[in-house]
């Protein structure tokens, strides 16, 4: 008789399909970073301007955790960390490199990407946090219930996932694009984490969709 956790399968990671999600994992992230030193606000309602890329990150991430399994997805994000890491770096070099008389961009240029290593450090040790905690909660429920209940493990790693991520980088970045009082703080959070957690689970029939296509292009998978 089998056991439960023999029912969770996952696929190698040699195709080149996994490369294509950890590159789009990065690349949401970086631009992300940059879009998050704007505040933005919809009436009364305070985010920034790399809100509606948070989602996406971690859509990418449950393709992953679930296809690949939890050391893939662990490999993944800390490969993001590390470029973005290399990113907040670069443009701290753009930045200090003497600009050329006829160059008039300067304070524009340390205006958009000075708070960016700020912004990198919170959204790093937010996307650490969550989607490692995705990750963990995505395939710890697969190893308890094979390849049923999908849904139910989007939906359980999102929540938790997402708000350990919303209240990291909040917590660090809400000073950065100006945050300074509790309300507006907390207006922040709150919006941050209903936000992201509602357009996943939201997407999560198409997310659903997304794995097992996959899943069934992975020939070491079926």
Not at 45 to 67: K, M, Q, R
Not at 71 to 84: V, Y
Not at 167 to 188: E, K
Request: proline share 4%; with cysteine; net charge neutral.
């Amino acid at each position: 008789m089998t056991s439960q956790p023999a029912l969770a399968r996952y696929a190698q990671t040699g195709s080149g399909k996994y490369a294509f999600f950890t590159a789009l994992m990065a690349v949401t992230l970086l631009l992300s970073n940059i879009g998050a030193t704007k505040g933005v606000a919809f009436g009364s309602l305070v985010t920034d301007g790399g809100f509606f890329l948070f989602p996406l990150a971690y859509i990418v991430g449950d393709i992953v955790s679930e296809v690949y399994g939890f050391k893939a997805s662990r490999r993944a994000i800390f490969t993001t960390f590390g470029l973005s890491v290399f990113a907040a770096l670069s443009y701290w070099v753009v930045i200090l490199l003497p600009a050329a008389e006829w160059y008039d961009g300067q304070a524009a240029l340390e205006r958009t990407l000075g708070p960016v290593p700020l912004i990198v450090i919170a959204s790093l040790l937010a996307f650490l946090t969550g989607q490692l905690s995705n990750a963990w909660i995505m395939s710890t429920l697969k190893k308890r219930s094979g390849e049923r209940l999908l849904f139910n493990r989007i939906a359980l790693s999102t929540l938790v996932g997402e708000f350990l991520d919303t209240l990291v980088f909040c917590a660090i970045a809400a000073q950065v694009i100006g945050i300074s009082d509790v309300p507006t703080f907390v207006n922040y959070l709150v919006l941050g984490f209903v936000f992201k957690s509602a357009v996943e689970i939201l997407l999560s029939p198409l997310t659903i969709w997304l794995i097992k296509l996959v899943k069934h292009s992975e020939p070491d998978y079926n």
